[in-house]
């Protein structure tokens, strides 16, 4: 018996000037963008015999998987994620000055979405990731990030003060596989409700009014440069394999 490292899914970063150029032929990587493993999902990969390798120049990277090969050929994973278990990547920026040229972080406050953390955030899993014209599976709820897949960064244990008037309770969905979403009650003497939940990224919707945000809750100090985070499942209704290219798309403004 002996092992190989195989190509198991990639993610890279574009930025095009409009968000339809990126259908008719490929588009370069934007090397001002960086994607690395968050700390606790670096050791998992280790854990599990995986390698994440950023691309050189920037703009991506690609995770390999440790396999097993029997005397007669046949390749197995040695370990995989539990099926819920999501591998956690943040979306780093080496050039500030490009937000300013980059949708949607030109948009002004109005446009935003709510903002209930300590800093906004992008949000990008692949549990709705959509197939491109190249085989590819975008990460963006459109063809191009938008307001949309902004979010908030909140720490694990935190207190939340709701923004809607004669809120109940807050509803915590976690965004992660078969998620149960947990139930908070509003103190109705200062109107603040006490949130402690595990790392995930999690749908907030206050009741009765329905309104929501997206957070993600950590505890992991984050480097400077964090502009968002993404989220890698088992993809839905398929396991792991065969290798998934996965792309983020921003719009040049």
Do not use: C
């Amino acid at each position: 018996m002996h092992w190989k490292f195989d190509p198991f899914f990639s993610i890279a970063i574009l930025r095009l000037k409009s968000p339809s150029s990126g259908s008719v032929s490929p588009v370069p990587l934007a090397k001002a963008f960086w994607i690395e493993p968050t700390a606790n999902t670096q050791q998992r990969l280790l854990d599990m015999g995986w390698v994440f390798k950023p691309y050189p120049t920037g703009g991506g990277g690609r995770v390999y998987a440790e396999k097993t090969v029997d005397p007669d050929g046949n390749a197995a994973l040695r370990s995989k994620p539990a099926p819920e278990e999501g591998l956690t990547f943040l979306l780093q920026l080496s050039d500030a000055t490009l937000l300013k040229h980059t949708a949607p972080f030109d948009a002004k406050n109005a446009d935003l979405p709510s903002f209930s953390g300590r800093a906004r955030l992008l949000y990008f899993d692949n549990l709705h990731a959509v197939a491109d014209n190249f085989g590819a599976y975008q990460l963006s709820k459109i063809n191009a990030v938008e307001a949309g897949d902004l979010g908030s960064r909140v720490p694990a244990h935190f207190m939340y003060r709701p923004s809607e008037n004669q809120t109940l309770k807050v509803e915590m969905n976690p965004l992660a596989p078969n998620g149960i979403p947990y139930s908070f009650n509003v103190n109705p003497k200062t109107e603040t409700v006490e949130i402690q939940l595990p790392e995930n990224g999690y749908q907030l919707t206050q009741k009765p009014s329905g309104k929501t945000e997206t957070l993600y809750l950590t505890d992991e100090t984050l480097p400077v440069n964090t502009i968002g985070v993404l989220r890698i499942f088992k993809p839905p209704g398929a396991d792991w394999e065969p290798n998934k290219q996965y792309r983020i798309t921003f719009r040049e403004v």
